[in-house]
T-cell receptor
Framework: AQKVTQAQTEISVVEKEDVTLDCVYE???????LFWYKQPPSGELVFLIR??????QNEISGRYSWNFQKSTSSFNFTITASQVVDSAVYFC????????????FGQGTELSVKP | DSGVTQTPKHLITATGQRVTLRCSPR?????VYWYQQSLDQGLQFLIQ???????AKGNILERFSAQQFPDLHSELNLSSLELGDSALYFC?????????????FGPGTRLLVL
């Protein structure tokens, strides 16, 4: 089965708190790609990051960081010092090189950052 | 702004009707994907076109069809509409770098079937 699970449906934090969004995926393929997208209240889907299955190097971009661990099939996303503008639904997604690139999305985690 | 445009932004119609959603990909992108986002199904892949040819099909109903034109814009046609077709429809275009592909999404068309 090819599946993405975001077990956290909703998370609420207070501004400046750190928050981690969990993503667990299932696949038997050895070559795959993982993504995070953000959907703010305005509705558009914004690309945040792509990771390849053969590159487990973790990444930090400003207040965002991503932890990819093949051993646990997880690709978690952390926001440091959260801000109200981070309030959005965050989607983790999976795609495969030999399947035309279609994205398989998780159900999303709604993050609410309160002032 | 992703560079992907979709029209119209909102659409309200009645059951049994037919609508056409339009998407213009980013300049230079050959691939167009269509996705449906609904409360019960989440974000689901519908169909992909690459340079005018259908490349992959997902959970797309027979009442739905799509095409990509020579200028690379794409249209998604939804016919015999039902209440359950109310959803946000996204188009995405992709840039390929080697074996790696990233999809950039348009703002979506919000369809309400009454």
């Amino acid at each position: 089965a090819q599946k993405v699970t975001q077990a956290q449906t909703e998370i609420s934090v207070v501004e400046k708190e750190d928050v981690t969004l969990d993503c667990v995926y299932e696949t038997r393929d050895t070559t795959y790609y993982l993504f995070w997208y953000k959907q703010p209240p305005s509705g558009e889907l914004v690309f945040l990051i792509r990771r390849n299955s053969f590159d487990e190097q973790n990444e930090i971009s400003g207040r965002y960081s991503w932890n990819f661990q093949k051993s646990t099939s997880s690709f978690n996303f952390t926001i440091t010092a959260s801000q109200v503008v981070d309030s959005a639904v965050y989607f983790c997604a999976l795609s495969f090189y030999n399947q035309g690139g279609k994205l398989i999305f998780g159900q999303g985690t709604e993050l609410s950052v309160k002032p | 702004d992703s560079g992907v445009t979709q029209t119209p932004k909102h659409l309200i119609t009645a059951t049994g009707q037919r609508v056409t959603l339009r998407c213009s990909p980013r300049s230079g992108d050959l691939s167009v994907y269509w996705y449906q986002q609904s409360l019960d199904q989440g974000l689901q892949f519908l169909i992909q076109y690459y340079n005018g040819e259908e490349r992959a099909k997902g959970n797309i109903l027979e009442r739905f069809s799509a095409q990509q034109f020579p200028d690379l814009h794409s249209e998604l046609n939804l016919s015999s509409l039902e209440l359950g077709d109310s959803a946000l429809y996204f188009c995405a275009s992709s840039v390929v770098q080697g074996r790696q592909e990233t999809q950039y999404f348009g703002p979506g068309t919000r369809l309400l079937v009454l």
